[in-house]
Nanobody, 119 residues
Framework: QVQLVESGGGLVQPGGSLRLSCAASGRIASINVMGWYRQAPGKQRELVAD???????NYADSVKGRFTISRDNAKNSVYLQMNSLKPEDTAVYYC?????????????WGQGTQVTVSS
């Protein structure tokens, strides 16, 4: 079992910045993927960015050049720096932890944190 604790989020004006943090605890696989998804009202949950341990970052096209994902393997943590925020970035952001057993993806979710971009 893995627990994810998120922090950050809030209300910010367009063009502003926010930083999300997520710490994982429990049975952490040495090879895993940590990332962020978001879900806006009436829309499906979508990948924002993820980062495989020992790998590289992967971004949704809509956030490339504005968001930066990073991770600290020693702390089992992942971060999302969000710059140049737009109203369309408004959503609940969820931390995700995943590992693979063969071809099976096992994943856990954080509780979600609200990000609202509005003037």
């Amino acid at each position: 079992q893995v627990q994810l604790v998120e922090s950050g989020g809030g209300l910010v004006q367009p063009g502003g910045s926010l930083r999300l943090s997520c710490a994982a605890s429990g049975r952490i696989a040495s090879i895993n993927v940590m990332g962020w998804y978001r879900q806006a009202p009436g829309k499906q949950r979508e990948l924002v960015a993820d980062f495989a341990s020992g790998g590289s970052a992967n971004y949704a096209d809509s956030v490339k050049g504005r968001f930066t994902i990073s991770r600290d393997n020693a702390k089992n943590s992942v971060y999302l720096q969000m710059n140049s925020l737009k109203p369309e970035d408004t959503a609940v952001y969820y931390c995700n932890y995943a590992y693979y057993s063969g071809y099976t993806r096992n994943q856990y979710w954080g509780q979600g944190t609200q990000v609202t971009v509005s003037s």
